[in-house]
């Protein structure tokens, strides 16, 4: 039997692979779990600098399982057990949404219902133009979950994360690009390259520095501005005793090459692999 998640090292980038394909990956319960382990593992190996998610087959995440979704209803006794089997998602979902490393989307057809969440939690996202999404949950008669409600209006703002709510619409690749959901377009050969090589440039960036940002930035909209200077102020005093700013400082001043470059992207690492 296929493992339903694909996880390989690609350098310092861990490769999430959703590895469903005749299901459009959706998530059923072995994928679910199998998420919700590797994700504290990207947290804890100090070798990971950068996150890839992508999916198997031509398509990112058809979101839930339907097969379980009827499965779920005929079992349920008691509609707080429903709600405790959505708030168990919470835990892995939020670790990826804070985790103090850069995610990467990398989206092929469909990224529906809690595909689409799951790509919203991404910091970054790229697209082929096959890409499709749409927050799919109204035609079931269900609320956005995995952290959608949180995420997509600070993706694109509120008024538009209501109209795509309410009207459970599918979006293309341009107007999502359009609308900040997706921030690149590429062709489809070339997506898991692209994503590749954007991933590879964290290899030597300030992974504490960015770590803490991230987390500041993710709760920025309910932080009110004084409260987020003292963060800044707080944040700046660790970042200023790390070795990382020790040695930019000291190659700066001696006309050294930095310690991270943008421009300077590393050449594609080798592969290595395993599967969950």
């Not at 219902?113 to 749409?134: K, M, T, W």
Request: charged share 25%; aromatic share 6%; net charge neutral.
């Amino acid at each position: 039997m296929n493992s339903p998640l694909i996880v390989e090292m690609v350098g310092s980038t861990a490769v999430l692979t959703l590895n469903r394909p005749q299901q459009r990956n959706a998530l059923d319960l072995s994928l679910r779990e199998a998420l919700a382990d590797a994700v504290p593992r990207l947290r804890d190996d100090r070798n990971v600098r950068a996150v890839v998610i992508t999916g198997a087959g031509g398509h990112f995440c058809a979101g839930a399982d339907v097969k379980l979704l009827a499965d779920a209803q005929a079992s349920q006794r008691d509609v707080f057990e429903g709600r405790e089997r959505v708030r168990r998602f919470r835990l892995w979902v939020d670790e990826l949404i804070d985790l103090e490393k850069p995610v990467i989307a990398a989206i092929e057809g469909h990224a529906v219902g809690a595909g689409l969440s799951l790509a919203l939690a991404a910091d970054i996202v790229l697209a082929a133009p096959s890409a499709r999404f749409c927050a799919v949950f109204a035609r079931i008669g269900y609320v956005p979950d995995m952290g959608a409600m949180y995420l997509l209006p600070r993706a694109i703002g509120l008024a538009r994360a209501k109209e795509l709510v309410f009207s459970a619409r599918m979006v293309d690749a341009q107007e999502a690009q359009r609308i900040g959901l997706v921030q690149a377009i590429h062709p489809a050969h070339g997506l898991r390259e692209a994503a590749l090589a954007l991933a590879a440039r964290f290899e030597h960036a300030p992974l504490g520095a960015l770590g803490i940002a991230k987390q500041m930035m993710n709760r920025a909209f309910e932080t009110d501005r004084r409260m987020v200077f003292e963060y800044e102020a707080l944040a700046q005093s660790l970042c200023r005793e790390s070795d990382f700013h020790r040695e930019a400082v000291a190659r700066f001043t001696t006309k050294q090459a930095p310690l991270f470059d943008w421009g300077r992207g590393p050449s594609m690492p080798p592969v290595s692999g395993e599967t969950t």
